[in-house]
């Protein structure tokens, strides 16, 4: 097996750059910027570079399963809300441990559509990311409660990510893998436009504050650029096993992240993130295979 390949790699650019754009997330909103600010600009960001991508020439009147792709974007859009409503002002690792329950989330729905039949794996799957979860806040009741907006934020995104994942998977091929996802980002972008316009008093505060700007500029290129990475290696190298595998290990990398910039965290509880993290792939490993 080349562990190199688009499957592998892909997919783990995608984990690294997750801890990276909670962080901009984060840094963003301490200097007065606002969660829908960050989002929009991230979401034209993010369109910008699938458009430079894939350069799509093609007709653009909207028809069939155009809708689908369109809805989708929709959804997509409020799964970025809750996620950075969960990055905000809780805990990297913790968020990026529980965001690994979407693939329970897809799987549900795909037995409830008649595309995969319900099998112990699920039901061992969904055990292992609760108790997974669960070392992520600190194994201890204190750490559940003090992160329980985190992880009640972070699995509504989940369920908002996992009904786009699914619908991408089921009905993407009808219109082409490309024409999907910059239809859906596209999506995205006009409901950020609309947010701007609302809201432009705050592109006030990124031209002032020149950091402000910088991070979420850096918000919107690592989220572009970790879906961009992700949605190839799903499409393209046919190994989602794999490649959801490696994408969840963006726990673990939340929690070297933290140790890189000098995040003071007690040893135990850093131990217990990790082996929530590592025990997230372990659940998802099980549902997927």
């Known amino acids: ?100 329950g979407k693939v329970v989330v897809v799987g549900l729905f795909s037995v409830l559509a008649g595309l995969e039949s319900a099998t112990w794996n699920l039901l061992a799957g969904v055990v292992l990311a609760v108790i997974a979860v669960f070392l992520a806040a600190g194994a201890s009741l204190e750490g559940w409660r003090k992160h329980r907006v985190t992880v009640g934020l972070t699995m509504l995104a989940c369920l908002f990510f996992g009904i786009n994942d699914f619908l991408t998977g089921w009905q993407a091929r009808e219109i082409g893998p490309a024409r999907w996802l910059i239809l859906m980002m596209g999506t995205g972008s006009l409901i950020s436009i609309v947010v701007l316009f609302i809201k432009r008093s705050q592109i006030m505060v990124m031209i002032q504050t020149p950091r402000a700007g910088m991070m979420v500029f850096g918000a919107g290129l690592a989220l572009g650029l970790q879906a961009l990475a992700v949605n190839l290696a799903f499409s393209q190298y046919g190994q989602p096993t794999l490649s959801n595998v490696v994408y969840s290990s963006r726990g673990v990398m939340a929690v070297g992240f933290l140790y890189l910039i000098g995040k003071q965290m007690n040893r135990k509880f850093a131990r217990r993130q990790a082996a929530g993290a590592i025990l997230m792939m372990a659940a998802l490993a099980i549902v997927l295979l």
Request: net charge negative; proline share 3%.
């Open 1 to 100: 097996m080349d562990w190199l390949s688009g499957a592998i790699l892909l997919p783990f650019i995608g984990a690294v750059l997750h801890p990276i754009l909670g962080w901009c997330v984060q840094q963003g909103t301490a200097v007065g910027v606002r969660l829908s600010i960050i989002v929009a600009v991230a979401n034209l960001v993010t369109t910008a570079i699938f458009f430079a991508y894939f350069q799509p020439d093609e007709d653009w009147r909207i028809s069939g399963k155009d809708w689908w792709a369109i809805g989708n974007g929709v959804l997509f859009f409020m799964g970025q809300w809750f996620s950075t409503q969960s990055v905000k002002s809780g805990d990297l690792a913790v968020h990026s441990s529980a965001l690994g």
